[in-house]
């Protein structure tokens, strides 16, 4: 990611988003949904905005098709554990199905190897709409382990 995409990439990353916390709230309901996420864009922006911006822990790389960005990943590496996390990715909705999501987590995982980590790590949601990330980690290699989270309205 070259700074010119920082703007592009938060914008996308909104919108690629704004499926998936629709998604939570069917799954929780509005009142757990908004007690966790009040205002999820201003708190996804700063959350993205903040990895583009942490070129010192992070690396962002982009994809283009023809557009300035149709999808990325970031990645942060612990040198001390050797393991490698993939921070957030994103593919724009369009895009999506095209195997971008793969070939960002494959190009991840060879820079995570170059770098001397032993291990990736990649976390997303179990509701519908992870449902194109979750295809995206298996097509790369993942394996999964099935959590749940509970919530409950008091």
């Not at 966790?36 to 690396?59: G, H, N």
């Amino acid at each position: 990611m070259e700074e010119r995409d920082a703007d592009e990439v938060v914008r996308m990353s909104l919108l690629v988003w704004a499926p998936v916390f629709a998604s939570f709230e069917l799954v929780l309901g509005s009142a757990i949904y908004r007690r966790i996420y009040p205002d999820w864009e201003a708190s996804q922006r700063a959350a993205v905005t903040a990895v583009c911006l942490d070129t010192e822990s992070i690396e962002v790389w982009v994809a283009t098709v023809g557009e300035p960005v149709a999808g990325f990943i970031a990645i942060g590496m612990d040198q001390t554990s050797r393991a490698g996390e993939v921070e957030p990715l994103a593919v724009q909705l369009g895009h999506q199905g095209r195997g971008i999501g793969t070939a960002l987590n494959t190009f991840a995982l060879a820079r995570m190897r170059e770098a001397g980590m032993r291990l990736a790590v990649a976390g997303t949601g179990g509701d519908p709409g992870h449902a194109p990330g979750r295809r995206s980690y298996e097509n790369a290699g993942y394996t999964g382990l099935p959590m749940v989270r509970y919530y409950r309205d008091l």
